[in-house]
């Protein structure tokens, strides 16, 4: 299971820091990916990037500039951090897990508003 | 960027009726295409993998099929949990791009 946490509102600006806490298994365990995506209200899904278990990530370029991805295998979880939020970064975010080329496991998301 | 683009972007059918939905690649993405199903409010559920694997636990009612840049996914027998908003991903490059989304109701 993939549980996302943080804040709900984030004022334009800041930073938006979600944290993905992955139980029933070791984050470390097996060959997966863990990933972030997002959909804003009414559209569809965006991936925005990703972390392997050794640690390497790979990024949406249309984010990277303002993107981390990172791992905390003692406490079984990975985050993300988008700087310099605007209304357009306003979504419902996801985490899940990629197993080969396809997102079997999903969070069940959380909704992240940047207003002030 | 790969393009994905999907058709319809919107459809009604009956409990009982066969329904295809398509999804058009921007250039060859071999077999990586995969199809998920959204419910509103809930996170999108995967379908098939590698254009006509299906998920664990997904009924055989679903099909896909296709390659290259053309695909499609068939839904035969509909059932009333089948109404949803359906959606095509490619995942040959990164960064994973999603098609726009078919949304499913009842007439």
């Keep these: 299971q993939l549980q996302e946490s943080?804040?709900?509102?984030?004022?334009?600006?800041?930073?938006?820091?979600?944290?993905?806490?992955?139980?029933g298994g070791s984050i470390s365990s097996g060959s997966h990916y863990w990933s972030w995506l997002r959909q804003p209200a009414g559209k569809t899904l965006e991936w925005i990037g990703r972390i392997y278990t050794s640690g390497s990530t790979n990024?949406?370029?249309?984010?990277?500039?303002r993107l981390t991805i990172s791992v905390d295998t003692s406490k079984?979880?990975?985050?993300?951090?988008?700087?310099?939020?605007?209304?357009?970064?306003?979504?419902?975010?996801?985490?899940?897990?990629?197993s080969g080329t396809y997102f079997d496991?999903?969070?069940q998301g959380i909704l992240v508003t940047v207003s002030s | 960027d790969i393009q994905m683009t999907q058709s319809p972007s919107s459809l009604s059918a009956s409990v009982?009726?066969?329904?295809?939905?398509?999804?058009?690649?921007?250039?060859?993405?071999?077999?990586?295409?995969?199809?998920?199903?959204?419910?509103?409010g809930k996170a999108p559920k995967l379908l098939i993998y590698a254009v006509s694997t299906l998920h664990s636990g997904v009924p055989s009612r679903f099909?896909?099929?296709?390659?290259?840049?053309?695909?499609?996914?068939?839904?035969?027998?509909?059932q009333p949990d089948d109404f949803a908003t359906?959606?095509?991903?490619?995942t040959y490059s990164t960064p994973y791009i999603f098609g726009q989304g078919t949304k499913l109701d009842i007439k």
């Design chain 2, 16 to 40: 009982g009726d066969r329904v295809t939905i398509t999804c058009r690649a921007s250039q060859s993405i071999r077999t990586y295409l995969n199809w998920y199903q959204q419910k509103p």
């Design chain 2, 63 to 78: 099909s896909g099929s296709g390659s290259g840049t053309d695909f499609t996914l068939t839904i035969n027998s509909l």
């Design chain 2, 86 to 90: 359906y959606y095509c991903q490619e």
């Design chain 1, 76 to 98: 079984n979880q990975f985050s993300l951090s988008l700087t310099s939020v605007t209304a357009a970064d306003t979504a419902v975010y996801y985490c899940a897990t990629n």
């Design chain 1, 59 to 65: 990024y949406n370029p249309s984010l990277e500039s």
């Design chain 1, 6 to 23: 943080g804040p709900g509102l984030v004022k334009p600006s800041q930073t938006l820091s979600l944290t993905c806490t992955v139980s």
């Design chain 1, 105 to 107: 496991y999903w969070g």
